[in-house]
């Protein structure tokens, strides 16, 4: 079925550093959707990418599509200890309602 | 967020057991989802309903079984559950099943002694 891997597995960093996200898929995405994970909590969805090369921002937040719609990238500048957590990438599955979840980018940020 | 409902909110229980977890919607979704998470596989679909009718069974063990009596209702009943079922256990609901974003429960956390 379709697969999305999403690099890199961890993430540290310093506060104010940046951080970016990967998610690659071998297959073109109709879509892409990201979302976010707190520690002890529950994923919550933050966007949904559909154009090829389209680009949206959330504040510090910045979300890729690909051109070929392959590939999606989250960057955060300026990291704060309030973005800790885990980030997951979905795209749709090859059934209605089947999305694939990437693996997921824990990040944690040192003060 | 109170979109999405789920109890209890953590469970034990012994092998031999039978219990029900219960999710709620009250988002006016037509969508309703399982996952499994864990530490070994982070978001694990298991089953999919859309209009009350199960579109997607995630090749989940019998010891499993999903109920969708309303657009708003989904349980999971367990029984006769392996230590290797502790994990948590994420609700989700959707408006439908394509390009429509999920919103998630806070989950139960199960743990099989």
């Known amino acids: 079925g379709q697969q999305v891997m999403q690099i890199p597995q961890y993430q540290h960093v310093q506060e104010g550093e940046d951080f970016t996200t990967y998610c690659n898929s071998s297959?073109?995405?109709?879509?892409i959707q990201w979302y976010k994970q707190r520690p002890g909590g529950h994923p919550v969805f933050l966007i949904q990418?559909?154009?090829?090369?389209e680009v949206k921002k959330q504040k510090r937040l910045t979300f890729q599509f690909g051109e070929a719609k392959k590939n999606s990238s989250l960057h955060i500048t300026a990291t704060q200890t309030t973005d800790v957590g885990t980030y997951f990438c979905?795209?749709?599955?090859?059934?209605?309602?089947?999305?694939?979840f990437g693996d997921g980018t824990t990040l944690t940020v040192k003060p | 967020e109170t979109g999405v409902t789920q109890t209890p909110r953590h469970l034990v229980m012994g092998m031999t057991n039978k219990k029900s977890l219960k999710c709620e919607q009250h988002?006016?979704?037509?969508?309703m989802y399982w996952y499994k998470q864990s530490a070994k596989k982070p978001l694990e679909l298991m089953f999919v309903?859309?209009?009350?009718?199960?579109?997607e069974n995630n090749s989940v063990p019998s010891r499993f079984s999903p109920e969708c009596p309303n657009s708003s209702h989904l349980f999971l009943h367990l029984h006769t559950l392996q230590p290797e079922d502790s994990a948590l256990y994420l609700c989700?609901?959707?408006?439908?099943?394509?390009?429509?974003?999920?919103?998630f429960g806070p989950g139960t956390r199960l743990t099989v002694t």
């Open positions: 990418l559909v154009k090829s090369g």
């Open positions: 988002l006016g979704h037509n969508a």
């Open positions: 989700a609901s959707s408006q439908g099943t394509a390009l429509y974003e999920q919103y």
């Open positions: 979905a795209g749709p599955g090859t059934k209605a309602g089947k999305s694939t």
């Open positions: 309903y859309s209009l009350e009718e199960r579109v």
């Open positions: 297959t073109t995405l109709s879509n």
